[in-house]
């Protein structure tokens, strides 16, 4: 054979474990990571069905919503974006977005992917009032608005409520990013009129990436029915995936082949979820929140977004001190403690270090481990330069 096999693959496989401390994925909990285990089941089995059901009411559970139009896309938070741009906009629509960081240029960018007419207002680093917000859409007339809730690269957590009434009045579409917010702080869809919304499994849900959440209003759900051109992506084409997922009636009709291993990841952890409340989830989001902010008080840091009301508590962004190359203690944590924190990331990249505390590592023992992490860090990082 002109290729060989490999010797890389003659070797087993050694994965070490990595505490993951950064803005995403976070180390799902053992139940969660045993159901990966489990056999494999065909996508349109009616174990699978039933599975695909109860993860579809643990969806509404989390989003709050009685969507029927809600389900799991099996591609990592991005294809939310994906999912929403290909269905609820057509070429030469007009989309406004809301651009507090990396994401919200992001979205930006795939909107004008599917040839949207986009309008950008940029506030990185800093949430938008009402009345910009009620300015813009009066001037621009959006079809959609689109608004990143947890911002995880400058940790700005966008407030929502009162948007959905101004966009109501304008006959504007709500689309909402909670991949890194949903269950670290209050969330309702119904309640705040949204009409679509998507989140991570990888962040605060603690499952593995790769599965996406989502959910559609009625009003979203009859946008894309009358629309006047398909659905250009096929694969997030929500007319046809509805129906594997039997979001309009009982019949079932194949799409594409689910993975299994991860919509049992995803539907345990959602029963982590509905076990645990997610009330009782917030309440710990802000408590752990609260110890690390104390913690990197006391090591001297200075919080990128001042005003902590702001801040969003899954993901904690410091400015980079004087003297100190972020790179290299990012590298150190790793290096020392097998511990991931993140650097800065788009606009904010160099500046900030970025913490996160996510689903099972909302542990003040964690807060702690992390924080002892940063201090041997800047002493050391900063001994090595003089
Ligand atoms: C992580 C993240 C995403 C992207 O998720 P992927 O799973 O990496 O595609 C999108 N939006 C926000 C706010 C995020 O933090």
Redesign the pocket.
């Known amino acids: 054979m002109e290729v060989p096999p490999p010797e890389e693959l003659k070797q087993p496989l050694v994965v070490p474990y990595k505490l993951l401390m950064g ?2 994925p976070s180390n799902p909990p053992p139940r969660v990571m045993n159901a990966l285990t489990h056999p494999i089941l065909g996508h349109m089995h009616e174990e699978m069905f039933q599975i695909m059901d109860d993860i579809k009411k643990g969806i509404q559970y989390v989003f709050q919503t009685k969507s029927k139009l809600t389900l799991a896309l099996s591609a ?4 939310g974006m994906e999912a929403i741009f290909s269905n609820l906009i057509e070429p030469g629509d007009r989309v406004l977005v809301l651009v507090n960081g990396y ?1 919200g240029q ?1 979205a930006s960018d795939i909107a004008k992917r599917h040839g949207a007419q986009v309008k950008t207002l940029v506030q990185i680093g800093d949430t938008f009032s009402i009345i910009t917000i009620d300015n813009a859409i009066q001037t621009f007339r959006p079809k959609l608005l689109f608004i ?1 809730h ?3 690269s400058t940790g700005v957590c966008q407030p929502l409520e009162g948007i959905g009434e101004i966009t109501k009045r304008y006959n504007c579409l709500l689309a909402v ?1 909670t ?2 917010s949903l269950a670290a702080v209050p969330f309702k869809m119904d309640a705040w009129k949204i009409d679509v919304a998507y989140t ?1 499994s ?2 605060m849900l603690q499952a593995p ?1 790769g599965i ?1 959440p989502i959910a559609f209003s009625d009003r979203a759900q009859h946008v894309i029915f009358t629309r006047k051109s398909e659905v250009p992506v096929y694969y997030v084409d929500m007319k046809i995936l509805g129906r594997q997922w039997g979001c309009f009636d009982s019949s079932r009709t194949y799409h594409h082949t689910t993975c299994s291993s991860l919509l049992y990841a995803l539907r345990e952890a959602l029963a982590l979820a509905v076990e645990e409340g997610l009330e009782n989830r917030i309440e710990k989001q802000k408590f752990c929140a609260q110890k690390l902010y104390e913690g990197l008080q006391n090591l001297g840091f200075e919080f990128y977004v001042e005003e902590e009301y702001k801040r969003l508590p899954s993901v904690t962004t410091v400015k980079v001190p004087q003297g100190i190359n972020s790179n290299e203690v990012v590298a150190y944590v790793m290096k020392k403690f097998h511990i991931d924190i993140q650097g800065g990331l788009g606009p904010t990249a160099g500046k900030v270090f970025r913490i996160g505390i996510m689903g099972y590592n909302t542990t003040p023992e964690k807060v702690a481990i992390v924080l002892e992490a940063l201090k041997d860090a800047l002493h050391n990082c900063r001994k090595s330069k003089f």
């Open positions: 803005p995403g990592s938070g991005h294809s994401w992001r990143i947890g911002e995880t990013d991949v890194a991570g990888q962040k990436a996406t």
